[in-house]
């Protein structure tokens, strides 16, 4: 009932009882013997039926006030309760019940505070959980939801009660620890932590162990500041996971060092990528039977206004983990497949077109609609595009390897593992993706043929491709001898400086309009000189 209508009812009822009092009070002037006859003859029933109206006209106007007082009162508790709900949203982690990033700033301010007027210390621990990724992606969204709930409850558990434990992103917690005066307990207190977010976590139908990565940054010594304190807690949390996790590292001036020519980098790397300061070459690839070019790699190079031609090694890390990586692999595919399509116009010949592909590109769920897109934009068939991944990239990505996978064959991409044999890899994996290519890491191409066990594992890899109808090429070629080798164990294509150094596209042009310095390898060296040339 509104409140609007319980206030209409009220004035009735007071107006139903002022005229009966009006009435009760007029008869009674003429006399009670002569008012009552008179109402009696008029309602034979008024004595009975007026008292009642009366004490119902009084009943209900008292009811009405007790209703519209609880009325009011379950407003109130619907209006503390909405505000109760949305104030947990705003400061509150939805999924784990934790402070979230807003509130932990508030907190730590308050602590900072606290901590300057007493004189005592604070500690930030930033928290990371290692291996997170690989098991969210394996087992699903709901296991690894499951699993930062449970370490957020093994964090609570462990912690005084005074103390926050935050949810910061992703897989990423805070830790405010206040109130203390000296840092001895610190080191007993994150190996406490250590030893509890390390622990096996009981997961539907599995038993998953993912240790974590802490960094710990102290007030005053390493920060004055909220900001700075999560910033170099941050800082010695990466060195925590560059020690390959499971430990922890307090904060020092080095990784501050560190941590600003890391900024300016990454500065320096958007404004590249603003600025389109990148260039693509392509390092031919030949069929060592006829040397004749048959496809091409695109390599990506920085070139720098000030240090020159940069090669991936000296940015392709930072651009992966700041994500610069995904808009640089778009304009990567693009301008590679531009140059394909003005190729196959001016040259005449369709090359093969090997283009690498980082982790994070390989599990971004806009790839293969980006790629799609590109592929009809520039009309190259997905037959000629191969894309190259790391052994370490599959593996990272095993579970969902197959769905990604599924959607490149369905373009028709071919797909090849690149430097295959340098890292680690399931050969049943191998046998169930549906993968076209391995490249022999160059080095074990250097050792052959006169290094017997690389010349081995060579030997290996070829049997094993063949085995598996899989095609196969060399990479890091620089002898006619390894070649003489290679042709004679099976490996047909390769590619490498002794072939032809990395070159624009003109370059690639160029060498489209030349015809093959031999009908076949066999043992010409001349012709292999003229290739070079």
Known sequence: MSLTLLHTLRILLVILVAGAMLFFWRGYR???????????????????????????????????????????????RRHRETSEHYQRLAFYDPLTGLPNRSLLHDRLEQNLAEARRFGSQLAVIFVDLDRFKIINDSLGHAAGDRLLQMAAERMQKILRENDTVARYAGDEFVIILSGF??????????????????????????????????GIAIYPEDGIDGERLLRNADAAMYAAKNAKGNVFRFFSREMERQVTRRLQQEARLRQAVEDRQFRLLYQPQFDMRTLQMVGVEALLRWDHPTLGMLTPEHFIDLAEETGLILPMGEWILREA???????????????????????????????????????????????????????????????????????FKDLGVKLSID????????????????????????????GGPENIHQASIVTTIIDLARN???????????????????????????????????????????RLDRRPATAGFGYAPQGLSDMRS
């Open 30 to 76: 003429l006399g009670p013997k002569i008012f009552s006859e008179r109402l009696l003859v008029a309602c034979p029933d008024a004595l009975i039926v007026l008292p009642l109206g009366l004490a119902i006209a009084l009943t209900g106007l008292t009811a009405g006030g007790w209703l519209s007082h609880r009325h009011s009162r379950s407003q109130l």
């Open 181 to 214: 005066r000296t840092l001895e307990n610190l080191p007993h207190i994150a190996r406490k932590l250590l030893q509890t977010l390390s622990s096996p976590y009981p997961l539907p139908g599995h038993e998953v162990v993912a240790s974590a990565s802490l």
């Open 337 to 407: 497949c531009r140059q394909w399509q003005r190729w196959k116009t001016l040259g005449g010949r369709s090359l093969d077109l090997a283009i690498n592909l980082t982790n994070r590109q390989f599990t971004h769920k806009d790839l293969v609609p980006n790629l799609r897109n590109i592929l009809a934009e520039y009309g190259v068939q997905g037959n000629f595009l191969e894309l190259e991944l790391t052994e370490s990239v599959l593996m990272q990505n095993a579970e969902s390897a197959d769905r990604i996978v599924r959607g």
């Open 419 to 446: 430097d295959f044999g340098s890292g680690y890899f399931s050969l049943a994996c191998l046998q169930r993706l549906s993968l076209d290519r391995l490249k022999i890491a160059p080095s074990f191409v250097h």
């Open 468 to 510: 598996l109808d899989l095609e196969l090429i060399a990479e890091g070629v620089e002898s006619a001898e390894q070649i003489t080798f290679l042709l004679q164990q099976g490996c047909h294509i390769g590619q490498g400086h002794y072939f032809a150094e990395p070159c624009d596209s003109d370059g690639i042009l160029a």
